[in-house]
């Protein structure tokens, strides 16, 4: 490279000459321009100024022309430090040179990708492209040309090459089937397992049409779903059954969607998966359940542990406990007394060890009611031969032990007569026939008929005389038992002969059930029967016993509850709207009086004029308070308050509550002290916590002394709790009034005084302290002062604490840019107190409408950049007129504030999910109010509002 010009454009374009290498030669093609200039079809000055990277080099590699815009695509400083270099000592693959130079026939033109070594030792990717200049020889003389920088677009090809590489190799080795289709359903594509799968062969599927691999009870519904596809459900899930070529069949799980092209579908990619076995295995699972819960005895499992792993529907009517009730709980929870367990755990201690228990057993029903049960418990083994749980069968046989006392009681009795009688038989026999007599005249009086039927020849053998005051029908008239069975209400016979078949069937020694029985008058009555097979030696049906219950006041007794239930549904649900709209009602007044009064406040006033304010700022926040307190009391009691249990930061709690009440507490020269420390949790609502500790400290404010002092303390009580105190240096209370002072509306003597209160929130605060799960109280002495406390439980840390406030919602504006604000509401003194709010801001321009539809129609025509909208409104509910404004294109992203007395919070969250930006409530605070409107405009926060 020695005695080359500095690299650059010339002062002056000269005629091309020959480079050194090459001997003189003229170039063909005509003038190329200077060798050592810049390229001959670009102006020197003007190349230099390009973004595009421009050279020209020698055979040999000598740089001729660089000019700045390859020097930094070469990571060099300058155009002139590649003088220096030979330009093929760039190359990473030194053989990529040949690609420049060939035989004339070549073509002067050229185009080839070279990867490059920078400056700095990193490489990238480059595309040449420019032409050879050659003399009339054919030999080159120089090369001239653009180089750009293409590494970001070779390393997406290698990219996509591996892509496809991975993604050919996942269709090749993938279990499921995997397909394309065309809009017409034949199948363009599919990889060998879905051609295994399906038993076609290997390359044999494309151009099958779907619906013929399709069972054709399946086809319709296929088609429908096709079809659903191509309107617009671009992914469709669902099952069908598959046919093989070879007529065995398959279920398959297929998942498809449609693909695209230039916004228009072009055919479907989807996967199916055989899910023949697992079909079986539900089936298999299904029937077995059914087979459990169809047997007659209650049947348990349990674990090693002793808890249960499986509770039949027959245990379930046994023990009346549902199985959800039951499993993973110990099995001994459910006999009822010491020994009753004691005998368990021997029993438990015989079948772990292999053997099989049978025998009676007490229990206990779930409503109380003891019972015996026959009971068969097993092991249940492992493949080993190992215990791996228990299994049990029970049966209640409480009656029939019951029916063994009364008939060995009435043996003996018999006994002793028959004893005491054998001196003379007319006596006897005048005494049974007493007996018959009385034991008929006591089935006659029975709420219960009796009867007796001849299963093999269908007669109904005995049928007591009370059938026919309990039915209406003589039991002479009837003769058979088809006769007995055909007066059961219609809508009943079938399921009444069913059971007895089956019991008959399953060999059962007797069956319960429950039916109606249309009596003669046309009263419909409900009869419970209780019935006991007889079967032969070989087990044939015999005979059946029964006595049938009439349970008709029972079942009425059932019905008054479930429409009494209604009742006091309705009368709840009134409840709930009652509180709703004495809340609007009570604070829609008040809105106007508070609003006003705020602007009063903020207007220029004399010290008498400011003082009346005051009074009335002072009375109308103390009905509020009022009105608040009744309603969150009526909220309380109603079981509608709810509380949202959580570890709550006590020291930020009382840190918040301080920080609120000490410019009060300055005004009125007392000191407020926070005496807690900053890591104890305690388990409450912080929200709810934060209402009582407010009530707490301000109480200790209000009625304490000039000078006087107010600490709060939190300490370790006992099992586990924190009581948080709350003392202070005021007049102290009277130990035996201390009782009072929870109840609602008593102040103990404070009316007289200049301390507002309503007498409501000691009441409120000991609800809400007993809603979550604390206890409250007071100790007091007069003349010492008083300490207020609050136990609630110790929580531990949470693992990932987040912030509970979100952020409202309002569009960040211009600054200082005009807003206009559409007030949606139809009280005029609520629209005047906006309309006074807004003169405070003179950039805002306010629209009103007093209906819901106008308010809609100025919504689309004006777009404002905030709504205020009420809730109750002439025509149209506000919930309906939020839900019509998200729902038009025009209006969708538009912030809309709810202004409502409504306070209920069910109303207050459901509007918040629905997107509202923010939910004032009446009165309206009107700095609140201002503070949104100022965020939407995007200006700061004015002193004056």
């Given at each position: ?495 009444v002969r069913a059971h007895i078949e089956r019991a ?302 979100t952020r409202e919602r309002f569009p960040a504006g211009a600054s200082g840019a005009p807003l ?126």
């Amino acid at each position: 490279m020695d005695g080359c010009r500095p690299l650059g454009p010339p002062q002056a374009t000269r005629a091309a000459g020959p480079p050194a290498e090459s001997g003189a030669a003229t170039p063909r093609g005509g003038t190329h321009g200077s060798p050592e200039g810049g390229p001959g079809w670009i102006h020197p000055v003007r190349a230099d100024t390009l973004p595009i990277a421009l050279y020209r080099t020698t055979p040999a590699g000598r740089i001729l022309y660089a000019n700045p815009a390859l020097a930094r695509l070469l990571g060099f400083t300058d155009a002139s430090a590649l003088a220096r270099i030979n330009v093929f000592d760039l190359y990473v693959d030194p053989t990529a040179r040949r690609a420049f130079l060939g035989p004339p026939e070549v073509g002067d033109a050229f185009q080839h990708l070279v990867e490059l070594r920078r400056a700095d030792g990193t490489t990238l990717w480059a595309e040449s492209t420019g032409r050879l200049i050659r003399d009339s020889s054919g030999a080159v003389l120089y090369l001239e040309g653009i180089l750009q920088d293409v590494t970001d677009r070779v390393g997406a090809e290698q990219a996509l090459r591996t892509s496809e590489e991975r993604v050919r190799e996942l269709l090749e080795h993938a279990s499921d089937v995997i397909y394309s289709l065309d809009l017409e359903g034949r199948i363009t594509a599919i990889n060998p397992a879905g051609e295994r799968l399906l038993g076609l062969p290997a390359g044999g599927a494309v151009g099958v049409r779907i619906w013929d691999l399709v069972a054709s009870t399946h086809r319709a519904e296929m088609a429908v779903a096709f079809a659903r596809k191509l309107d617009g459900a671009d992914q469709t899930t669902y099952e069908v059954e598959g046919v093989r070529p070879d007529g065995t069949r398959l279920a398959l799980e297929v998942t498809s969607r449609l693909v695209y092209r230039d916004g228009q579908p072009v055919g479907i990619h989807g996967f199916a998966r055989d899910v023949t076995q697992r079909r079986q295995a539900e089936a298999q699972i299904r029937f077995q359940a059914r087979l459990l819960d169809a047997v007659g005895q209650a049947l348990t499992a349990t674990d090693l542990q002793g808890r249960f792993t499986y509770w039949n529907r027959q245990a379930e009517r046994l023990f009346g406990w549902t199985a959800e009730e039951v499993l993973g709980k110990v099995a001994l929870d459910i006999t009822p007394a010491a020994a009753a367990r004691a005998r368990g755990a021997e029993i438990r201690r015989r079948v772990l060890a292999g053997e099989t228990w049978s025998g009676e057993f007490p229990f206990r029903h779930r409503d109380g009611g003891e019972f015996t049960a026959l009971v068969t418990v097993s092991p249940v083994l492992d493949d080993a031969g190992g215990v791996v749980g228990l299994i049990g069968a029970a049966g209640d046989i409480s009656k029939l032990k019951a029916a063994e006392a009364e008939v060995r009681r009435l043996n003996a009795d018999l006994e002793q007569r028959v004893a005491e009688r054998t001196r003379a038989l007319v006596d006897r026999e005048r005494e049974l026939a007493e007996a018959k007599g009385f034991l008929e005249r006591l089935i006659a009086a029975s709420p219960g008929v009796i009867f007796r039927g001849d299963l093999r020849t269908g007669a109904l053998a005995y049928v007591s005389d009370n059938i026919e005051w309990m039915t209406g029908y003589a039991g002479r008239s009837l003769g058979a038992l088809e006769n007995l069975w055909a007066l059961v209400h219609p809508d009943d016979q079938q399921g009444v002969r069913a059971h007895i078949e089956r019991a008959m069937a399953a060999r059962e020694p007797a069956v319960e059930l429950e039916y109606r029985f249309p009596h003669r008058d046309g009263t419909l009555r409900w009869f419970y029967l209780v019935a006991r097979l007889e079967y032969d030696a070989a087990g044939a049906p015999v005979s059946i016993v029964g006595h049938a219950l009439d349970i008709t006041s029972r079942k009425e007794a059932e019905e008054a509850l479930r429409l009494a239930k209604q009742e006091a549904d309705a009368a709840n649900q009134a409840k709930n709207e009652f509180l709703s709209r004495i809340s609007h009602e009570l604070r829609t007044p008040l809105n106007a009086v508070l609003g006003f009064g705020q602007l009063l406040e903020m207007d220029e006033l004399g010290e008498e004029q400011r003082a009346s304010v005051g009074h009335i700022m002072r009375a109308g926040r103390h009905l509020l308070e009022l009105i608040d307190e009744v309603l969150d009391i009526s909220r309380i009691e109603a079981g509608q308050f709810p509380v949202a249990l959580e570890p709550v930061l006590l020291y930020e709690v009382v840190r918040e509550t301080v920080d609120l009440v000490r410019p009060m507490a300055a005004e009125l020269g007392v000191h407020v002290e926070c005496l807690v420390a900053e890591d104890g949790y305690v388990l409450a609502d912080r929200k709810r916590l934060s209402q009582v500790l407010l009530n707490l400290v301000s109480n200790a404010v209000k009625y304490n002394q000039a000078g006087g002092s107010v600490w709060i303390t939190a300490v370790g009580a006992a099992e586990g709790r924190r009581r948080i105190q709350v003392a202070d240096t005021g007049p102290g209370i009277d130990p035996a009034m201390t009782h009072r002072l929870f109840r609602p509306f008593e102040r103990l003597g404070a009316g007289p005084t200049a301390v507002d209160g309503t007498g409501l929130g000691l009441a409120l605060s000991k609800r809400l302290v007993d809603a979550m799960g604390g206890a409250i109280g007071v100790d007091s002495r007069p003349g010492e002062g008083s300490s207020f406390w609050v136990e609630l439980p110790d929580a531990a840390p949470p693992l990932d604490r987040h912030g509970r406030a979100t952020r409202e919602r309002f569009p960040a504006g211009a600054s200082g840019a005009p807003l206009t604000v559409l007030y949606i509401e139809d009280n005029l003194p609520n629209l005047e107190l906006i309309e006074r709010v807004l003169a405070h801001r003179p950039a805002v321009r306010l629209i009103s409408a007093m209906q819901g539809q106008l308010g809609l129609d100025l919504a689309r025509e004006h777009r404002p950049g905030l709504i205020l909208l009420d809730l109750h409104l002439p025509d149209v509910p506000g919930e309906e007129v939020l839900r019509c404004l998200r729902a038009e294109p025009r209006t969708r992203g538009l912030p809309v504030v709810v202004i409502s007395a409504d306070v209920t919070p069910g109303q207050m969250d459901r509007m918040l999910g629905a997107g509202v930006a923010a939910y004032l409530t009446k009165p309206i605070d009107v700095r609140r109010l201002m503070e949104i409107i100022d965020a939407t405009a995007g200006v700061e926060a004015g002193c004056d509002a």
